[in-house]
């Protein structure tokens, strides 16, 4: 999914896509597809393709738009599913054929402007750009921040969600422990001071396991020595 044998690169089945820019906090990653065309470039239309496993644990943010451009009248999302086009921060298609220098020239070919649609990655996951009948595309992201700036000022990209699994890691450091590695369980182990060490926290905190090295303290082996003593004692 990942190749970093140079620079950090997303792979799919539709192309290599480098990636700009990691927020690590939210979880986000932004990604560039050098053959998109964008509001500067117009380039031959192709598609882009995630594998299913990708689409579920890693797919598009709903701040990043795809915008389909130079749309047949045909087009399904110009009929019968357009309800899969929206509007986003006020922008419309003219707008983008009138701002952009790659995108004037559908403008001037038909003198106005033909379809376009602004639409979520859904759209382009289940139909083609040739069952979509648009001859190009772009995509946009933080949309959410573009009300009144222009589309030359959009930034362009693909920007992902992803999920990091939960290892236990966090809640050992708030507890003031250290994350290790147990090679025997080959789990997670929370390394509390060179006597003990616990599977998910320090003693500190809330533990859900017992101690990894099964050391007992006093207090256990006075409870066990009562409790011997109270069974030896006749019933009365």
Same mark, same amino acid.
């Given at each position: 999914? $990942? ?67 130079n749309?047949?009248i ?6 019968h ?7 986003? /921060? ?28 602004f ?12 069952? $979509? ?6 995509t ?11 589309? /030359?000022?959009?930034?362009?990209g693909?920007k992902?969600?992803? /999920? ?31 006597? /003990? ?15 990894h090295r ?23």
């Amino acid at each position: 999914m $990942l190749n970093c044998s140079t620079d950090l690169f997303f792979l799919t089945p539709s192309g290599d896509y480098k990636v700009q820019h990691i927020d690590y906090d939210k979880k986000t990653m932004t990604i560039y597809d050098p053959a998109m065309s964008t509001c500067s470039i117009l380039q031959p239309h192709h598609d882009f393709i995630m594998t299913d496993i990708q689409s579920v644990t890693i797919s598009p943010t709903p701040d990043t738009v795809f915008a389909l451009l130079n749309c047949s009248i045909d087009s399904p999302v110009l009929n019968h599913y357009k309800n899969l086009c929206f509007s986003f /921060s006020g922008h419309s298609c003219d707008e983008l054929y009138g701002a952009c220098n790659a995108f004037r020239v559908f403008h001037l070919l038909t003198n106005s402007s033909p379809p376009c649609c602004f639409t979520g990655y859904d759209t382009v996951k289940f139909m083609s750009m040739n069952i $979509l009948d648009c001859t190009h595309y772009t995509t946009v992201i933080n949309t959410d921040s573009l009300m009144g700036i222009v589309p /030359s000022d959009w930034v362009y990209g693909i920007k992902l969600s992803y /999920s990091v699994p939960e290892t236990g890691c966090e809640r050992c450091s708030q507890s003031g422990g250290t994350c290790g590695y147990d090679t025997e369980t080959e789990g997670m182990m929370c390394l509390c001071s060179s006597s /003990s060490n616990y599977t998910r926290e320090c003693a500190g905190g809330s533990l859900t396991a017992g101690d990894h090295r099964s050391s007992h303290s006093p207090w256990t082996f006075f409870n066990v020595a009562i409790l011997l003593v109270l069974s030896s004692l006749p019933v009365i």
